[in-house]
């Protein structure tokens, strides 16, 4: 028994008799009748009673009738789900993001939401190292991160530099009054040094302008997660140089930001994948949101 035998069961009995299903079905009747009867030969019962002018469905008849139903209803239904995948507007999405790249995806995943509804998003948030893994893995398709070191494995869409700024306790600030700072007014401050990264050359970069002008940050303290270097800037323990990006993980009002006059550092967040892999349909559309 297949589809077919159980696609032209349903149509005898939707129409009533066996004439009008074979034109339902654009079949003449003596195949369809055949089928029919081998049908009944494999099930080992009879599925319609015939007589002379009428036929009646059998217990047996009415039993796979239901069940022909729900599998030829079912078997649409997957063929629909997989065109649908097919085509980016159903499925799974699984994006991965580093700390520097957070503040890009909010308002992108909602518009992508509002024009695919039905397509399932997930998100981990790991460093930029680990995201190469996932990638290779092919747990994720995308990863926003800064670009590898090495790029012969990987597309690379850039997106918008982002310039570094002074985060400070906001009672220091008061007395300032101005927007700006440069890096020899850093040094008579605390440094909290945001620490090595693997994957991340922030840490030397920031050292080397410091040293092309042959100053020394006072450092007092060193840590690799940003937030947790803005909690102790709330706390008052001193001032640190960040990825502007990073200013929405700030959500109390004890930290102040200042440019910085005479730093010509940025970051340069990007859309990472694998060349060798194949995006879906769904990818490809996300991707879309950042054409601009």
């Known amino acids: ?38 049908l009944e030969q494999e099930l080992g019962t009879v599925l319609i009673k015939r007589y002379r002018q009428q036929w009646e469905l059998t217990e047996t008849g009415r039993v796979l009738y239901n069940h022909a139903v729900h599998m030829l209803q ?43 509804p039905n397509v399932f998003v997930n998100i981990l948030k790991e460093d930029s190292t680990y995201l190469q893994k996932l990638l290779i893995e092919r747990k994720i398709e995308l990863s926003f991160m800064l670009p590898p070191a090495n790029l012969e494995e990987y597309k690379v869409q850039r997106l918008k530099r982002e310039p570094f700024v002074v985060t400070l306790p906001a009672a220091w600030v008061n007395g300032l009054n101005k927007s700006s700072i440069s890096l020899e007014e850093i040094i008579n401050y605390p440094f909290l040094m945001l620490g090595p990264m693997e994957g991340s050359s922030i840490y030397r970069d920031i050292l080397n302008e410091f040293n092309k002008r042959d100053f020394s940050p006072n450092i007092v303290l060193e840590c690799n997660d940003i937030f947790t270097v803005l909690n102790f800037v709330a706390l008052e323990m001193g001032i640190s140089i960040i990825p502007k990006s990073e200013i929405h993980d700030i959500s ?20 990472v994948s694998l060349k060798r892999n194949r995006l879906t349909k769904a990818a490809e559309h996300f991707l879309n949101y950042f054409a601009d």
């Open 252 to 271: 109390h009002q004890n930290i102040s930001t200042l440019e910085i006059e005479d730093l010509p550092l940025f970051i340069e967040p990007a859309i």
């Open 74 to 116: 079912d078997i649409k239904e997957i063929k629909q789900e997989i065109a649908e995948i097919e085509e980016g507007t159903r499925g799974t999405l699984s994006i991965g993001i580093s700390s520097s790249c957070v503040n890009l995806l909010p308002k992108k995943i909602k518009e992508f939401r509002r024009g695919y």
């Open 1 to 38: 028994m297949d589809l077919r035998q159980l696609k032209y069961f349903k149509t005898i009995v939707d129409e009533g008799n066996i004439t009008k299903a074979a034109e339902i079905l654009h079949m003449a009747q003596p195949p369809l009748s055949q089928q029919l009867k081998q």
